[in-house]
């Protein structure tokens, strides 16, 4: 088996900024009310179908099934935004639901009824896979196939399309909803100038030196990358790794400077002459500061190669 090597890449940014500018923060930039579900049918022969696919018949009163969705962010929001992440919820309440926008001018008490009272035992859902630049993301759900008594009886309630069905040799069937709200944070792509902290002077305030010209002002940014490591599920450091097998990149990163600001921070795998982006965030530098993050879940594409870690300060609308 091939080595992968493991390496980083430093990249200094020598950005010049106003003394007093801040980035703004990050902001929740689109919510969604999505509804998933899961159905199981028995034959009138006794056996139960694979809903899921996942190789097994999914009988009711099973427990810690699985079942995937994927959800994406409108283009206009990913056009004025730089997403820096995506939450999942199950915890929904009318306050909530009404703050995420509702879901097709249902109100909270149609919603509830319809989908909130025929949820499975122990759901919880949680995100698996985000594709961020393009806006994209992977759910994925873990849940009982109970209580069948709060399940909606599938051999009773047609939905559009499934008028001519035959159903004569399915003896039951069983629907439980998946309710979540999907959140969407980002910054903005062409932020507008910020007043300065009530710490800092702003530019008309700032002491003259007395020689009746103006001098550049600003100060330059000092990025890097300082360390890269690729641990194992257990938080052990590795350096053989297997395709198909997903890993934490634990990248640290160092501000050399007296500003502070937000960072876009990027993984890559470099093989046979190619760059291929495995993931990305948005993280605050504070002044003179190191900071750790874990890219977690990362999957390798090739044994060969190296991991390349970079940060970028992003400052637009200046």
């Known amino acids: 088996m091939k080595k992968l090597l493991t390496s980083f890449f430093i990249t200094l940014i020598m950005v010049i900024l106003p003394t007093w500018a801040w980035a703004s923060g990050e902001q929740v930039v689109y919510q969604q009310v999505a509804v998933g579900y899961f159905d199981i049918?028995?034959?009138?022969?006794?056996?139960?179908?694979?809903?899921n696919h996942d190789g097994s018949a999914d009988i009711k009163g099973q427990t810690g099934k699985t079942a995937y969705f994927g959800y994406e962010c409108?283009?206009?929001?990913?056009?004025?935004?730089?997403?820096?992440?995506?939450?999942?919820?199950?915890?929904?309440?009318?306050?909530?639901?009404?703050?995420?926008?509702?879901?097709?001018?249902q109100s909270w008490n149609?919603?509830?009824?319809?989908?909130?009272?025929?949820?499975?035992?122990?759901y919880i859902a949680t995100i698996v896979q985000s594709g961020l630049p393009n806006g994209r993301t992977t759910v994925k759900t873990i849940l009982d196939l109970s209580p069948v008594e709060e399940a909606l009886d599938r051999k009773e309630n047609r939905f559009p399309g499934e008028e001519n069905l035959d159903f004569s040799k399915l003896a039951e069937g069983w629907r439980w909803y998946l309710p979540m709200i999907v959140t969407w944070y980002g910054v903005p792509k062409h932020q507008p100038p910020q007043e300065p902290p009530d710490d800092q002077p702003s530019p008309d305030d700032q002491p003259s030196d007395g020689s009746g010209e103006d001098e550049p002002g600003g100060h330059s940014v000092d990025l890097?990358?300082?360390?890269?490591?690729?641990?194992?599920?257990d938080g052990k450091e590795v350096t053989k790794?297997?395709?198909?097998k997903e890993y934490t990149v634990r990248s640290t990163y160092k501000n050399n400077s007296d500003l502070g600001g937000y960072a876009n921070i990027r993984l890559y795998q470099e093989a046979g002459g190619e760059?291929?982006?495995?993931?990305?965030?948005w993280v605050f530098?504070?002044?003179?500061?190191t900071l750790t993050y874990d890219f977690k879940k990362v999957s390798v594409g090739s044994l060969s190669g190296k991991f390349i870690s970079t940060i970028n300060l992003e400052w637009e609308g200046w």
């Open 74 to 105: 409108p283009q206009k929001i990913i056009n004025e935004y730089v997403l820096t992440r995506v939450d999942v919820t199950v915890d929904i309440n009318r306050e909530k639901y009404e703050a995420a926008g509702g879901r097709y001018g």
């Open 241 to 244: 790794l297997k395709t198909g």
């Open 41 to 51: 049918w028995k034959h009138v022969n006794g056996t139960w179908q694979d809903t």
């Open 275 to 281: 760059m291929r982006l495995l993931a990305e965030a």
């Open 110 to 122: 149609a919603f509830s009824k319809e989908f909130m009272l025929r949820m499975p035992n122990n």
């Open 224 to 233: 890097a990358v300082i360390d890269l490591k690729i641990l194992d599920t």
């Open 285 to 289: 530098m504070k002044p003179n500061c």
